[in-house]
């Protein structure tokens, strides 16, 4: 892939050389084991390209974001004849470890990741009414539905199934939403945490974008106002807990900053790479619909100030952990792309992600997808260039959409999902 500098509009060889690489079939998956389809490149794809397709709003974009989530709900779990999980059923999940080995009946968080980058397809097809009654360029290969629209309620449609059935039945507590392990002595014999113990920051996060995405697709329907609460709910509970164990810290330049760890009340500190990046992931994305979740720009500075002023430690190297020790100075090496959506509270963060990832980038949508959604963010005034700008900003978005304020679109989008969800 193509990366034309840090600076200025993103260009057109940039976004030609994203498709291209995006779009290479070998880059669709034939497993979800062990994760490729949640947190692993090919999830990690779809996102990029979700955050490309903000920047510009190409079908071709689109297309490709269609044959990965296509590809990834056709993997999912059989009820009728597939793999039977520690529940005794077979549930509407992705099975992540070997039919052969002590983990086969397991499917936990990084499921609802997945949901995550399924309804992310949903979501932006639900946004591009120009493209509804058009036919999909791929001829259908799964049989979802010939056209956009009957692609996108055919995911949320699966998507509520796998949630209802399976991830709200058994992860989330009643009396007050949070996210655990099941309570279940069967889930002991299939996963490394205890069954009632609180689930790891980063595994609620991964959780955290399924419901953000399914919340936000049935907001753009509009044809269960209970849900979207529900799930929006689910995700600040989350948050909530996250932000009341961050204890705050100091940098060495007197920056007041935050120390956390990979689970709840445990001490030692969080690890930078997968755990972090979704930590910080899930908290931005939370940042980004403030409208609905309430997160203060007082946090996000403090977690911007813990990244630019103390896993930052010079020469362009980070720390292994999040309070800026690297035991046996064996540094991370990188961090992946959504780091740099920090930017948008230390501007200079921007310039240190970059030369950090410089020999990465052109190579991995993963660092590439965020870095060209910043890079336009910057171009476009959404986010500041220099830190003496940044204080106060309170943007979200490098793109916004209005949908058009027609009652007629409104009705037929809960007409379609009705009728999609009645199959």
Known sequence: MSFDGPNGPVTQNEINSFISFLGQPSRIP?????????????GQDVEALGLMYEVIQTPQILDIMISYSDTFLSLRNNPENG??????????????????????????SEGLDTVGHIAYTAYHILKTPCLWYENVTDNDPFKYGMTYLDRAYKYV??????????????????????????????????????????????????????????AECHEIIGDNETRVNKYFNIIQVSINWMISEFRPVKSKNGKDAYY?????????????????????????RAWQRKDKLNISSDVMVKLANTMMYIINIGDYKISKFIDGTSPNNVTAGTLFGPWAFYAEFIP???????????NRIKSGPEYMGALLWVKNARA??????????????TSTSSQTWTLPGNELLSLILVFYFVFYASL
């Open 260 to 284: 956390w760890s990979y689970s709840e009340g445990l001490k030692y500190p969080e690890r930078i790479g997968i755990h972090a990046l979704y930590d910080i992931w899930g908290m931005y």
């Open 83 to 108: 793999r039977i999980l520690w529940t005794g059923k077979r549930e509407h999940v992705w099975c992540t470890k070997p039919e052969n080995g002590s983990g086969a009946g397991y499917a936990g």
């Open 157 to 214: 449609t699966e998507m509520d199934k796998t949630i209802d059935t399976y991830y709200l039945k058994y992860f989330i507590r009643e009396n007050d939403s949070r996210i655990y392990n099941p309570n279940y002595t069967a889930w002991e014999t299939v996963n490394d945490l205890p069954p009632n113990s609180a689930m790891p920051w980063n595994r609620q996060q991964m959780m955290t974008n399924g419901f953000l995405r399914m």
């Open 348 to 358: 200079d963060w921007y310039e240190f992600f970059v030369n950090l990832n410089i």
């Open 30 to 42: 034939k497993t979800a084991l062990h994760n490729k389809i949640a947190d692993r490149s090919p």
């Open 380 to 393: 476009s005034g959404t986010f500041p260039n220099s830190t003496q700008n940044a204080s106060g900003t």
